[in-house]
């Protein structure tokens, strides 16, 4: 929960510091949650480009690999070809000199099996060379289907950075405006701020022990509750009643689009508390705001509008221990923000 310390000098409080703290700190969390945002979406867009990165490269390799093997049969095709030309060329002679020895009778038997066995093996060839002749066409095939694909793949990552331009833009704009409306919102409650505490001042004017610390009120813990509970006495019931007329105009006045809060937070000195009740100061210190916002909702605040917190003895508004400095750290501290 946001809330700003106030300044001190010289043990005594600079009643006119504004709240420009409070300010700074909501357009510091707008920031923040806007960067968060964009890291998220920057986030995304990575891990969805890094993992068609994979598939492209897996694609490369495969391509790669396919026309090293689509070389090797062209060669082993080509020379497959050059064979079967040589075949074809002996086969030839083969037959030129059957033809002119064809007379010699002794010799013609040992042709036509030459012959044959030639012919068999050149068959064989031409098998062969078919072969190869459809694993290249195959190859070039698959060559092409993967060719397809790279280019549907780098048209998809093409879109998806076109894509993540065009969500950059849109949260650069959201943020933009989000600041304009914000910016606005905080001037807004920045006025109310003032006229509620204005108010607070006109109807707690004779009440010394009550001051205003920069931009809360700040009531003294006597002024309250007795010294180690958090019931509160007839005097600070009756100074709860006139906040919570101020509170219930300013309810009325203020725009419902500026989500506000009156946070009521409980603060003890440095003198540790052990009873049964409270435990620690923490205790002390949370049961005292939380009586303070109970009684303000019977008096017909609405609740959504307040938040309650103790900070126990961590929030000094000075250090020391005199009984001075021990009375006003004790105290019940009311700032008006938005959420």
């Avoid at 006119?16 to 998220?40: E, K, N």
């Avoid at 650069?172 to 919102?185: E, I, S, T, W, Y």
């Avoid at 180690?228 to 689009?257: F, H, K, N, W, Y």
Wanted: net charge neutral.
């Amino acid at each position: 929960m946001a809330f700003s310390r106030s300044r001190r000098s010289g043990g005594s409080y600079d009643l006119f510091w504004p709240g420009y703290v409070d300010v700074l700190s909501t357009l510091l969390l707008v920031v923040t949650f806007l960067l968060s945002i964009f890291m998220v979406a920057q986030f995304y867009v990575s891990q969805e480009s890094s993992g068609k990165d994979t598939v492209l490269r897996r694609l490369t390799r495969q391509i790669a690999e396919l026309t090293n093997l689509l070389s090797l049969e062209k060669g082993q095709g080509k020379v497959l070809q050059d064979e079967l030309a040589a075949l074809q060329a002996s086969f030839a002679n083969l037959k030129t000199d059957n033809e002119r020895l064809g007379s010699l009778a002794g010799m013609g038997g040992e042709k036509d099996a030459r012959i044959a066995a030639l012919s068999k093996e050149l068959a064989d060839k031409t098998s062969l060379s078919s072969e190869a002749q459809a694993k290249v066409d195959l190859l070039n095939q698959q060559l092409l289907q993967l060719r397809r694909q790279m280019a549907a793949l780098q048209e998809a990552i093409g879109a998806a950075e076109a894509k993540d331009k065009d969500s950059q833009a849109r949260i650069a704009d959201l943020g933009a405006r989000l600041n304009v409306v914000l910016a606005k919102q905080v001037q807004e409650l920045q006025r109310y701020r003032s006229d509620f505490f204005g108010r607070l001042r006109e109807l707690l004017r004779d009440r010394k022990d009550i001051r205003v610390v920069g931009d809360r009120f700040v009531f003294e813990s006597e002024v309250l509750f007795p010294s180690g509970q958090a019931t509160m006495t007839v005097e600070g019931l009756a100074a709860i009643d006139q906040l919570a007329t101020a509170i219930i105009e300013l309810e009325r006045s203020i725009p419902r689009e500026i989500d506000w809060a009156l946070q009521v937070d409980g603060h003890t000195d440095i003198r540790p508390i052990a009873s049964v009740q409270f435990p620690s100061n923490w205790e002390l210190s949370s049961a005292r705001a939380t009586t303070v916002v109970k009684y303000l909702i019977s008096r017909g605040v609405p609740p959504r509008r307040l938040v309650a917190a103790g900070y126990g003895e961590f929030q000094p508004l000075e250090d020391g221990a005199t009984e001075d400095i021990l009375r006003r750290n004790r105290r019940i501290e009311l700032k008006l923000t938005n959420r």
